[in-house]
Each structure stands twice: as C-alpha cells, then as structure tokens.
C-alpha cells in the first residue's frame, strides 16, 4: 500500500530529508566545490521524497559546470564511470560512505530519432548551460519531472507532478502520443508506476498506451524481452 504524499512539507524539509540519505554527501561536496553551479536531485528520488517513500537511488544533475571538471573532480571522490558514448552521465561510487553507485548527469536534451520508438533511438544533446527545466522536459511522467535545487531548497516542477501526486494519477509530460512513441518502454513503465504507486492513470495517457505495441508488423520486438521481463 503507498503512502499518500505530504504535500505541506515545504522545500527545506525536503533537503534535509534528502541530506540524510547515506549517498547524499557528494551533492553537497559539488556545491561547495563550485558554488556557481547547480545540483538538483531529480527525477525518483524527489517523488519519492514527495511521496514519503524510502529513496532507494539517488540521481543528480549538475548545470553549470563543464564536464571535463565534473569528472576531474568527481575522481578525487571515488570512482567514476561514463555511461554511454555521449549520455553525459557518470556512474559514480564514493570512496568513502556509502559503495551504491550515483547518477550524477549534466542536463541533456533528448530527440527521437526514427520512428521505431526503441528503448535507445535518441539522438542526446548534453550541454552543461542547458536548464533544469529543459532536461526536465525531454522527461516521462510528469511525477518524474521535479527537481529539488539543494542549494537553495527550491522545488522546481514545471509540468505539475506535485499535483498529480496530491491527485494520485499518472500523467505523461506533454502530448501522450509523442512520448510513447518516442520510447515504448515508457509503457510499461507507466503501468509499473500506477501499480506501486497507487496512481490512476489520467485518461488521455491511459488512451495513448492503449494503441502502443511492443513489436513491429513482422513482429521484430522493438522494445527487448529482457526490459519486458524487468519490468513486468
């Protein structure tokens, strides 16, 4: 059974909440390492903390801050892995606390590329200048289109999570169509989340799913039956 969301908690709250988390130190060391970037925690672990539900992984995006300094200094903190040829995310494990692996990402755009809608048919623009809010929008539900700034303890939410949480539905961000075509594994993604979460789905997002195969016409699986299998 979910937990219904405490929306009263202010932001603040939310940081030191977020700050107790055994993985949540290096947020802390980047801002004080560069004090004129800015590290959001994103994504689940900011519904989860909307959510009152235990923060199982921690994800992190640093603007402002080039990428060859993100990963220098990272190095000094622990090890440090890049994921994908150009995702400009590093998998991160501090030396010191905690061994469980970070995301720490620069913010990035996302565009679909084709039309197979395949977990991996993106074209991926990575700029350390770019917002939170334009790495917010190439995002799937609008639950996971929040940003706690750590700095400064502002929720940023341009897509209205905090009220689809409070509300308890699912709704995709922006047009329902596009985003599943653009990955069709945001399908079954999205039945996983209604399910643990206790969300309803909002009916324009549960319609789009409707009309989402995993296979193409000659039945070739776009979509992996390893990600299937892990997701069901």
Request: charged share 30%; net charge positive.
């Amino acid at each position: 059974v979910s937990h219904q969301p405490d929306m009263k908690k202010n932001s603040n709250k939310l940081v030191e909440q977020f700050s107790a988390h055994p993985d949540a130190q290096i947020a802390f060391d980047l801002m004080a390492q560069f004090p004129a970037g800015k590290v959001c925690v994103v994504g689940g672990s900011v519904r989860d903390l909307l959510h009152t539900r235990k923060i199982k992984d921690i994800d992190l995006v640093v603007s402002g801050v080039p990428e060859k300094e993100l990963e220098t200094y990272l190095r000094t903190k622990g090890k440090v892995a890049l994921v994908g040829k150009s995702f400009g995310v590093f998998a991160f494990r501090a030396t010191k606390g905690s061994s469980h692996q970070i995301d720490i990402a620069l913010p990035r755009t996302e565009k679909s590329v084709g039309t197979r809608g395949g977990y991996r048919d993106f074209d991926i623009v990575t700029d350390h200048a770019l917002s939170i809010e334009e790495d917010l929008s190439r995002r799937d539900f609008t639950i996971n289109a929040m940003a706690l700034d750590v700095r400064t303890g502002t929720l940023i939410d341009p897509y209205g999570g905090t009220k689809d949480l409070e509300a308890r539905v699912l709704r995709a961000v922006g047009d329902p169509v596009k985003r599943f075509s653009e990955d069709r594994t945001r399908v079954l993604r999205g039945v996983r989340f209604a399910v643990c979460l206790g969300l309803a789905l909002d009916p324009a997002t549960r319609e789009a799913m409707k009309h989402v195969s995993l296979a193409d016409p000659d039945q070739q699986h776009i979509i992996s039956r390893e990600v299937i299998a892990r997701e069901l």
